[in-house]
């Protein structure tokens, strides 16, 4: 078995965490039998400075003709006054979009050793496992109009717009229901129908998928995103999946690292259509860790690989189908951290490499 991966670091620590990610891929292919052919390719604002824009066309047919991509980070400081159409985090949009990746997937998970790295009680997050499935590729970040206009009277008015269809809604509700079939059997979805007709239409479209659509045995409830950004750090444990927009998504997941312990722990998956079902069509997707850039640490060696780690167990799951070099890695970091090992921001001295090295000694 040989498998493509195109690997793109980005910017700030994205190259520092997924030097760490390959290796402990390649490490787990020796293990396995598989291998598997790393093409680099530079994004974000890498990219702005060799090429003057954030995704070139090369890179975006590299990512289409792979197995899967591997992503690290984009954006700084460096690339903030530049106008929205090129700023770095386009070419994350514009990836997600050209690839189909309309459901993103991010567990919260906490390691049990690490109930005390959380500024949380150890008795409010100790036992949260949930998923949250996020829209990935509609809503507020993507709608039609948006922009800013200078006004007649000299000010300036902004605007976006949250949109969702039909379709959309309901092939997002499907990949929750599916993976709460395979879980606790839960699914809350989260909205803001008594405000946004937008939601109204999302909590409707749920409702109808989970009553039509072959889900019965799944438990189905609806909260508002103000309530269930309360509740999460009130009681985590009452979530299994929970399925949002694609803003709603981005600022509760997170809220919810701080259930893991750090934002630097928390992988996601990015899938498209083919990536839900079952038959073997390829199954593309983009694997990276929900933090960003972090300019603050980015050159010092000291960032929390872990994320992007689990973003490439999350990887051999989806993409290439190999479960058991995906528990493989998980349950080496899962030792790892049990045996005490941690990075600063989990309150310890561990460099990103060393945190690595003790990673690969438990494979
Ligand atoms: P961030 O996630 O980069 O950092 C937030 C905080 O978490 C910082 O204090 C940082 O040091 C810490 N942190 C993040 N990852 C860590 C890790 N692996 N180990 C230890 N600590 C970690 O968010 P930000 O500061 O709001 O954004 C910085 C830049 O990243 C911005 O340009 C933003 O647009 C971009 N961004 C990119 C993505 C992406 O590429 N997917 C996602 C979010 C933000």
């Not at 003709?65 to 992503?71: F, I, N, W």
């Not at 039909?166 to 909205?191: G, L, M, N």
């Not at 630097?264 to 079902?277: I, K, W």
């Amino acid at each position: 078995m040989n498998f493509k991966i195109a690997v793109l670091p980005g910017d700030g620590i994205g190259p520092e965490v997924m030097a760490e990610g390959t290796q402990v891929l390649s490490q787990v292919a020796r293990l396995y039998g598989f291998s598997v052919e790393l093409e680099q390719g530079i994004v974000g604002g890498a990219s702005i400075d060799a090429h003057g824009k954030p995704l070139i066309d090369p890179v975006l047919s590299l990512a289409k003709h792979s197995d899967a991509v591997l992503l690290g980070a984009m954006g700084g400081p460096k690339w903030d006054g530049l106008d929205y159409s090129i700023r770095p985090e386009r070419a994350l949009l514009a990836l997600r979009q050209e690839l189909g990746l309309f459901a993103n997937l991010r567990p919260v998970k906490l390691f049990s050793a690490l109930a005390s790295a959380s500024t949380l009680k150890r008795e409010v997050v100790e036992g949260t496992d949930l998923l949250v499935v996020r829209e990935l590729t509609g809503g507020i970040y993507f709608g039609q109009p948006k922009g800013i206009t200078k006004l007649a009277d000299g000010t300036e008015r902004g605007v976006n717009t949250e949109v969702y269809t039909t379709p959309e809604i309901e092939r997002i509700a499907h990949v929750a229901f599916r993976a709460a079939q395979k879980r606790r059997k839960k699914v809350t979805s989260v909205d803001k129908a008594n405000v946004l007709e937008v939601t109204e239409l999302w909590r409707k479209v749920v409702s109808r998928i989970h009553k039509n659509e072959g889900y019965a045995g799944i438990e189905l409830e609806h909260i508002l995103v103000d309530n269930c950004a309360m509740q999460l750090i009130r009681n985590p444990r009452q979530f299994d999946v929970l399925v949002t927009t694609n803003m709603f998504g981005d600022i509760l997941t997170d809220e919810a690292s701080v259930l893991a312990g750090s934002m630097g722990m928390l992988p996601s998956a990015s899938l498209g259509e083919a990536g839900m079902g079952s038959s073997d069509v390829r199954r593309i997707g983009l694997y990276e860790p929900i933090h960003g850039s972090a300019p603050d640490i980015a050159g010092k060696g000291v960032a929390n690989p872990i994320g992007t780690i689990l973003s490439a167990a999350l990887m051999l799951r989806y993409s290439l189908r190999l479960e058991e070099a995906a528990v493989c890695i998980e349950k080496a970091v899962d030792e790892t951290i049990t045996n005490g090992a941690r990075t600063a921001d989990l309150g310890g001295k561990l460099s990103t490499r060393q945190m690595t090295d003790e990673i690969i000694k438990y494979l």
